[in-house]
């Protein structure tokens, strides 16, 4: 599996690069409030999924036709650009058809962002339901005839013991050029402190399942975010607990890991360990630009004084490749409301220009970093009752066209998330 390594994510739509923007140039336009009507998705969440036509896929971890009185167990959706400089939302498929919560074979409540095949299947997990309730990993694929329904399969049920993962997390799923899925679970495993595993389409249409590495506590603890290739073939993560700091941070301040296979057996590299000192919690996934520098996010750490944790406002991390690896640290340091303890990862841009949210039970912000310095470029919740949008959801923005693309899970016109834009 090493030797086929491209993501078909990346075949299936381009990214292009956003130059210049600055927090002066920059206009937000929110391309759908959710919660218009009955069965509607709501509380977007994970990142957004561009096709070639210019559609934008993603989830919403409540809402849909099913556990209506719950609020909902989640939909797939669709946004579809009409040239008139409007969106059209469909729909494609709500999660739970049995209606009850506590038992919803097909999964329950997605948080991870979706990934597409060359086919326009689309790729993802969800959280909860299954056949052990602890979660699953589906396919759904779209109709023969223009206008049916699409079809979802479950390829994995999860479970909690030690030949099986339990609870993926927030990290959408990766994919090689040979069909293999790769992904994490937040439990599960030999120790049941979560897992990196892979899928394997077989010739009858079922998938294998095998755990690539289980996290035993000093290896790292609740692997969140899923996995990124390099060009080599190597997955890179990051856990939120685990490694050293275990003073600081009780179960260990987290650390960043490598993945190497020889000969079908894929071994663990610790890169770097949080201390709580510098910082702690990584929880985002890794980012790796053309040289090998790996860029993610960390909860708490620096200075500022902020919502979630006063004066310890998080930052972004990049590790440089070499044996005399270099770490640097770029903190939020701004404070204030809106500003810090991030919970999504960047997006590399043109330049390595980086791109991220921050924004836990308030508003929110989309940040910039050039030359480790910090732009804001956009500040949620300037409008009244937040019809822009509040609380930047789980997942890295997406740069595409000239613009960010991103989903909030609170905000709008209805107050339970919106799809937005940004640009000049």
């Known amino acids: 599996m090493k030797n086929i390594v491209r993501f078909l994510t ?26 218009a009507y009955t069965g509607d998705g709501t509380l977007p969440s994970g990142g957004l999924l561009f096709d ?3 559609n934008i896929y993603g989830v919403s971890n409540a809402g849909g036709a099913h556990c209506v009185s719950n609020y909902g167990c989640g939909t797939i959706y669709r946004l579809s ?26 999964g329950a409540y997605p948080a991870a962002g979706l990934i597409m095949d060359t086919a326009g299947n689309l790729y993802g997990t969800a959280g909860s339901g299954g056949t052990n309730g602890l979660g699953i990993v589906f396919r759904l694929s779209p109709p023969s005839v223009a206008g049916g329904e699409w079809t979802q399969s479950v390829l994995w049920n999860f479970s909690m013991n030690p030949n099986n993962g339990g609870r993926p ?17 937040i439990g599960g495993g030999a120790k049941g402190l979560g897992t990196v ?50 003073s600081v941070c009780n179960y260990g301040c987290g650390l ?6 020889s000969q079908g057996t894929w071994q663990e590299t610790v890169l770097f360990e949080f201390d709580g000192v510098v910082g702690a919690y990584p929880i985002s ?8 520098n790996l860029y993610g996010t960390f909860e708490i750490g620096g200075g500022g004084d902020c919502p979630l944790f006063p004066s310890s ?103 339970l998330g919106v799809v937005y834009s940004i640009s000049k």
Not at 83 to 92: A, D, E, R, V
Not at 256 to 261: A, G, H, N, Q, S
Not at 285 to 292: A, E, L, M, Q, R
Not at 383 to 406: I, K, T
């Open 52 to 54: 070639l036509v210019g």
């Open 256 to 261: 960043v890991y490598k993945l190497t296979e």
């Open 313 to 415: 406002c998080g930052g972004v991390f990049k590790l440089v490749p070499g044996s005399s690896r270099k770490y640097e640290f770029y903190f939020n340091d701004n404070g204030g409301p809106n500003d810090g303890n991030p919970q999504s990862g960047v997006t590399i841009g043109s330049g390595n220009t980086l791109y991220g949210t921050v924004g836990i039970g308030q508003g929110g912000e989309v940040y910039m970093l050039q030359n480790s310095q910090e732009t804001i470029l956009y500040d949620f919740c300037s409008l009244p009752n937040c019809a822009d949008g509040a609380e930047p959801s789980y997942g890295n923005v997406v740069v595409r066209g000239g613009a960010l693309y991103g989903a909030t899970s609170s905000g709008g016109n209805y107050g």
């Open 81 to 106: 650009p009409t040239g008139s400089g409007n969106w059209n939302q469909t729909i494609l498929f709500s999660f739970c058809s049995t209606g009850d919560p506590t038992s919803c074979p097909d």
């Open 197 to 246: 595993y892979a899928l394997s389409p077989q010739t009858d249409g079922t998938y294998a399942f095998s755990i690539l590495h289980s996290f035993s506590g000093s290896d790292g603890v609740s692997p969140d975010y899923g996995v990124t290739f390099d060009t080599s073939g190597d997955l890179y993560g990051a856990t939120s607990q685990g490694g050293r700091g275990k």
């Open 169 to 185: 997390g927030f990290g959408k799923l990766n994919m090689d050029a040979a069909g293999n899925i790769y992904g994490t679970t």
């Open 10 to 35: 990346m075949i299936v739509f381009a990214v292009v690069s956003v130059c210049g923007l600055a927090s002066s140039q920059v206009t937000e336009t929110v391309l759908y409030s959710f919660g």
């Open 285 to 292: 996934p890794v980012s790796i630009d053309k040289s090998g």
